[in-house]
């Protein structure tokens, strides 16, 4: 029982350290979303070509995903002390 709580932690710790990266490169791709509006770039001749709204829409969603609260939840549960060796050493 020790050992799955253990383990358990390692995998919150793990995923929380995760999804703040992913939440940090959503909002870098956000603020880039928005230079890229500001502009007024002109997408013809470019990958983006057709694409801009496809683009947004894709952003939202990931927006979306990185802000679902099952990851508040485990934010709280993060225990920053928690060494994550549990996992490592199958125990």
């Not at 549960?77 to 994550?84: C, D, E, F, I, S």
């Amino acid at each position: 029982m020790v050992a799955d709580v253990k383990q358990v932690q390692s995998v919150i710790n793990i995923t929380v350290e995760q999804t703040r990266i992913v939440r940090a490169a959503v909002g870098t791709m956000r603020n880039m979303a928005t230079v890229f509006q500001e502009l007024g770039l002109v997408l013809t001749g470019t990958p983006l070509a057709g694409h801009g709204q496809e683009l947004l829409t894709a952003l939202t969603a990931l927006e979306t995903a990185a802000n679902a609260q099952i990851w508040n939840t485990l934010d709280t549960a993060y225990v920053a002390t928690h060494r994550g060796a549990a996992l490592e050493a199958g125990s």
